[in-house]
């Protein structure tokens, strides 16, 4: 079936500009999951949610960041008024909820902030 | 300090040799550990878990984790060109391990 999925690809946009990046998780999939990953890094923990509750948003670094899943299924990570220090690649993980563990990654938004 | 300490390499290896990855971390409170494997523009992908210290093999690989230590490792034994990517390890404290730690990642190339 189908992995995880994020759109766009590719996003770039001009400093103070707001930005919303989407993730489709594996059908069925309760837990989702955002992640930042610098250049040469492992990823760093954003947020989480079961279901549509956002179970834990102790990653996202201020409140520009936001994120929803206001149905249980796709979700949006929101930036307001960009800085160019949020330039990175952003990915979205999903799992079945059964083993939070193994997390289903997508391929990921490269944004960068001009 | 981060919580999750890991050698960036790259390692570069002959084909067919044991390769060792380790990490070592801070917070006394994790208890589940993993290693993911990410290959070049791709996401990472889980490879071995583990719930506190042990063993754990799967074919080629073996997952050691010493809590007393706080050291984790992965063996690699007859290494494949095809297992050239980076490898991360995981860590998680919570008991539905959702909220994931990662290590910085350590490149590995098994050169043919």
């Known amino acids: 079936g189908a992995g995880v999925s994020q759109s766009p690809r590719y996003k770039v946009t001009k400093r103070g500009q707001d930005v919303a990046l989407r993730c489709d998780p594996i059908?069925?999939?309760?837990?989702l999951y955002w992640y930042r990953q610098a250049l040469g890094q492992g990823p760093e923990f954003l947020t989480y949610?079961?279901?549509?509750?956002?179970?834990?948003k102790s990653g996202l670094p201020n409140d520009r960041f936001s994120a929803e899943r206001p149905e249980g299924s796709i979700s949006t990570l929101t930036i307001q008024r960009t800085e160019q220090r949020d330039s990175a690649m952003y990915r979205c993980?999903?799992?079945?909820?059964?083993?939070?563990?193994?997390?289903?990654f997508g391929p990921g938004t490269r944004l960068t902030v001009t | 300090q981060k919580e999750v300490e890991q050698d960036p390499g790259p390692l570069s290896v002959p084909e067919g040799a044991i390769v060792s990855l380790n990490c070592t971390y801070s917070n006394s409170a994790f208890q589940y550990f993993m290693w993911y494997r990410q290959y070049s523009r791709k996401g990472p992908e889980l490879l071995m878990y583990t719930y506190s210290s042990g063993n754990k093999e799967d074919g080629r690989f073996t997952a050691q984790v010493d809590k007393s230590s706080k050291y984790i490792s992965l063996f690699i034994r007859d290494s494949q060109p095809s297992d050239s990517a980076t490898y991360l390890c995981?860590?998680?404290?919570?008991?539905?391990?959702?909220?994931?730690?990662f290590g910085s990642g350590t490149r590995l190339s098994i050169r043919p």
């Open positions: 995981a860590m998680s404290a919570d008991s539905s391990a959702s909220k994931i730690i």
């Open positions: 059908s069925g999939h309760v837990s």
């Open positions: 993980a999903s799992s079945s909820g059964r083993s939070s563990y193994e997390q289903y």
């Open positions: 949610f079961n279901y549509e509750a956002q179970q834990d």
